[in-house]
């Protein structure tokens, strides 16, 4: 196969950060008995003019349905293209899978807090625990769509929360460091995830044209590239996570076209 790069821009931070983008794939250690099985997909973009956003969810979600033993699909920001009023619509859009799904706030989500908690049924900061995996999602925008660091105190307590549970899993819509092209740095706040020993991988969404992963102090970085938008990778794709019995996990990327894996890695 021939592949572009996936990353555009590279940073490197002394020798706790080296990059890893398809060393794994081919090589996936996939547990014997999964326990649990999630779907993450950024930057729909509903609403967005000049762009299908209408086929691009119906495809994302008929994908997702030919998924077997999904447990939860998380949207990790972009959810709308800037105009608040749309929140409602993509919400209603969400409802049709057949499995409990979350999202995170993006830098196009620009809605405030209040008005997302309302219309989405979860605070931009939320965090939830299931099959003894804890999963945290996190604001990193605002009403103006700038790009933000998480909150280090929320990060934090929910953090300490879920510290006796053997997986916890991180969704951040733009990118904590400045390694891709639209990241932000923060290294405070890398250091603190990193400090956790059960924080399995972070997934970010924001760069459409990045779907590969990066390493930080021996931790997971992910990115799930884009299933619609007007820019990016020419394949709009998700990923999949499983963690199986045996405390294996794994993680791969997909076409929503015709489920063909691009790229995976263990965790």
């Not at 105190?153 to 006796?164: F, G, H, N, V």
């Not at 990778?233 to 019995?245: Q, T």
């Not at 996990?249 to 015709?258: G, P, S």
Request: hydrophobic share 35%.
């Amino acid at each position: 196969m021939n592949r572009r790069p996936f990353l555009q821009k590279i940073s490197l931070i002394g020798s706790s950060l080296m990059t890893m983008p398809f060393m794994l794939y081919g090589k996936m250690d996939f547990p014997k008995a999964t326990r649990l099985k999630f779907i993450t997909a950024s930057d729909g973009h509903w609403g967005q003019p000049n762009t299908d956003f209408e086929t691009s969810h119906r495809n994302l979600i008929e994908a997702i349905h030919r998924e077997k033993d999904v447990d939860l699909v998380v949207f990790n920001g972009d959810l709308i293209h800037d105009e608040p009023t749309l929140l409602p619509e993509v919400k209603k859009v969400y409802s049709q899978l057949q499995v409990p799904h979350y999202v995170t706030r993006g830098n196009h989500d620009r809605v405030s807090p209040a008005d997302f908690e309302r219309i989405m049924g979860q605070a931009t900061n939320f965090s939830f625990q299931t099959k003894d995996s804890g999963f945290i999602l996190l604001d990193c925008s605002n009403e103006k769509g700038e790009y933000l660091c998480a909150d280090m105190d929320i990060a934090k307590s929910k953090l300490d929360e879920y510290a006796s549970l053997p997986h916890v899993f991180v969704f951040v819509h733009i990118s904590q460091n400045d390694w891709t092209r639209h990241g932000v740095p923060c290294t405070d706040f890398l250091n603190l995830l990193t400090s956790y020993p059960n924080v399995r991988a972070t997934f970010h969404g924001h760069d459409h044209d990045v779907d590969g992963q990066m390493i930080y102090k021996k931790k997971t970085f992910l990115w799930s590239g884009h299933f619609g938008g007007n820019w990016g990778n020419p394949f709009p794709s998700y990923r999949v996570c499983e963690v199986g019995e045996d405390g294996k996990a794994v993680t791969y990327l997909k076409t929503v076209k015709d489920g063909t894996i691009l790229n995976g890695h263990n965790l």
